[in-house]
């Protein structure tokens, strides 16, 4: 479970193309096994906590005569942003890859009082 504490909930999203491996014959496309790639995101607006953050998978291009194998997840959240992680394993040839993602937290005000 996760907690918010503050009674001003702010959400950012946004969409992110992860990679175009079949374009330049990257490892999603001609490797095989297990394979990784992690994509950075800042988000616009500092959050107050670490939020919660949902990432999806919006668009992916596969070879159709092979296993579709695929693991999208977010990794180490702070206030400040996240990374996208996306996986495949096996003989599976991803072409590309769109995912978007969801935060969730708490966000300052300029009414706050920050009393010590």
Do not use: C
Not at 25 to 37: H, K, Y
Request: aromatic share 10%.
């Amino acid at each position: 479970m996760i907690t918010i504490e503050s009674h001003r909930l702010g959400m950012q999203r946004g969409s992110l193309v992860l990679f175009s491996d079949y374009q330049d014959g990257g490892a999603m496309w001609t490797g095989e096994g297990p394979r990784e790639l992690r994509k950075k995101v800042a988000f616009p607006e500092p959050f107050r906590a670490t939020p919660m953050v949902q990432v999806s998978l919006s668009m992916w291009d596969v070879d159709g005569k092979h296993n579709s194998r695929m693991d999208i997840s977010s990794d180490g959240a702070t206030p400040e942003g996240f990374v996208i992680v996306f996986r495949t394993w096996g003989d599976s040839r991803v072409a590309r890859v769109r995912a978007d993602w969801l935060a969730l937290g708490g966000v300052s005000h300029e009414d706050d009082w920050d009393i010590d």
